[in-house]
């Protein structure tokens, strides 16, 4: 499985913000993205992001994260 926190986070300034979604193209999908959320937690955890907004459908799955880079 991809890293895509870690794809998002490495593409980011310290101090922006971006959106982490699943990208289709690349083989991704809503079910397999949920694990995202968890390596996110691990990111926010270390410190090296805040985690500002998680959104997810109507059957609670999880569509996109919104983080912030803070080192």
Do not use: C, N
């Not at 410190?47 to 459908?57: D, E, F, H």
Request: proline share 1%; hydrophobic share 45%.
């Amino acid at each position: 499985m991809r890293d895509i926190a870690m794809e998002v986070y490495e593409k980011m300034k310290v101090g922006s913000t971006a959106w982490i979604r699943p990208i289709a193209a690349k083989g991704d999908t809503v079910e397999t993205f949920q694990g995202v959320h968890e390596q996110a937690r691990q990111m926010a955890d270390e410190g090296l992001i805040a985690i500002s907004t998680v959104k997810r459908q109507e059957d609670g799955l999880i569509d996109a994260i919104r983080i912030l880079r803070l080192a």
